[in-house]
C-alpha cells in the first residue's frame, strides 16, 4: 500500500508527502483507460496530463508559457529501509536515494518568494547511480535524462486522488489533487520511482478535471 495517513502528514520514516488515506479513487493505468466508469467523466486534458508519458515540466511550461523552475526540498540517503515507501519501491535497488521537488513558477514580478507551486514530485533512486543521471540538482529529472541522452520508457501505475494539508498549504490551493505514480524503465530495468501530485490551480489552465459533474458525484457514480 502507499504510504497514506489520514490527516495528510508525511510519512513518519521518510518525509515524504502522500495524499491522504483513503485516496477517494486509485485505478491501475490499464484501468484508468479502459475498465472503470471515471475516465469516462475525466476531461480529455486531464488525461492527458495524468495518463501522458510526456514531460510534466514541458507540458507545464506550454501550459503557463513560463519558465518552470524546480525547487529542491531534499536528497537524502534513506538506505535499504522500503517502510514508508510506496508500492514499487523495491523494484529500485537499494540503499537508496529520495529527492522531493516542487515544480514552480517564477515569482511575479516585483513580490518576494519562490514563485507558485504547480506540481509535488517524491523520486526514489539507486544511490550507487543517482550521480550518473541527475548531476544538476536543480534541473528537471526529464531534462537531466534528455541531456544524457537517456532512451526512457515511463510506465504510469495509478492514479489517485485526495488529500493532504501540507500540499494544500504549500500549493496555497484547496484539495483533494489528483497524483499519479510510474516507474521510469532504461534498458529494461526500472531507474526512477516517482510520485506526482498535481495543484488545483491548474484547473484554471486545463479546465474542470470532472465534465459535468462534480467530483463526488463522478467518483460514486454506478457503473
Same mark, same amino acid.
Given at each position: ?42 476531461? *480529455? ?30 536528497? /537524502? ?8 515507501? *510506496? ?5 529500485? *535497488? ?5 529527492? /522531493? ?31 550518473? %543521471? ?26 489517485? %486522488?485526495?488529500?493532504? *494539508? ?58
Amino acid at each position: 500500500m502507499l504510504a497514506q495517513h489520514k490527516d495528510g502528514s508525511s510519512s513518519a520514516k521518510t518525509g515524504w508527502h502522500p495524499l491522504s488515506d483513503p485516496v477517494l479513487w486509485k485505478v491501475l493505468e490499464e484501468n484508468a483507460m479502459f475498465k472503470t466508469p471515471l475516465p469516462e467523466q475525466l476531461s *480529455p486534458t486531464w488525461k492527458l496530463m495524468l495518463l501522458s508519458d510526456g514531460s510534466v515540466t514541458r507540458h507545464l511550461q506550454l501550459l503557463t508559457g513560463q519558465h518552470i523552475k524546480v525547487d529542491c526540498l531534499e536528497m /537524502q540517503d534513506i538506505g535499504e529501509d522500503l517502510a514508508g515507501l *510506496p508500492d514499487d519501491a523495491d523494484q529500485i *535497488p537499494g540503499p537508496r536515494v529520495q529527492r /522531493q521537488v516542487f515544480l514552480r513558477m517564477p515569482p511575479v514580478a516585483g513580490e518576494s518568494g519562490k514563485g507558485k507551486a504547480l506540481v509535488y514530485a517524491a523520486s526514489w533512486w539507486s544511490a550507487d547511480r543517482v550521480n550518473e %543521471y541527475l548531476r544538476d540538482k536543480q534541473l528537471p529529472i526529464w531534462a537531466s535524462l534528455s541531456n544524457a541522452r537517456t532512451e526512457l520508457y515511463r510506465d504510469v501505475q495509478l492514479v489517485c %486522488y485526495g488529500s493532504s *494539508p501540507f500540499l494544500a498549504r504549500e500549493f496555497g490551493e484547496s484539495g483533494p489533487f489528483w497524483g499519479r505514480q510510474y516507474i521510469f524503465w532504461h534498458d529494461d530495468k526500472p531507474l526512477t520511482l516517482i510520485y506526482e501530485v498535481f495543484s488545483t490551480s491548474l484547473q484554471r489552465l486545463l479546465g474542470p478535471s470532472i465534465n459535468g459533474l462534480s467530483i463526488d458525484s463522478a467518483l460514486h457514480r454506478p457503473p
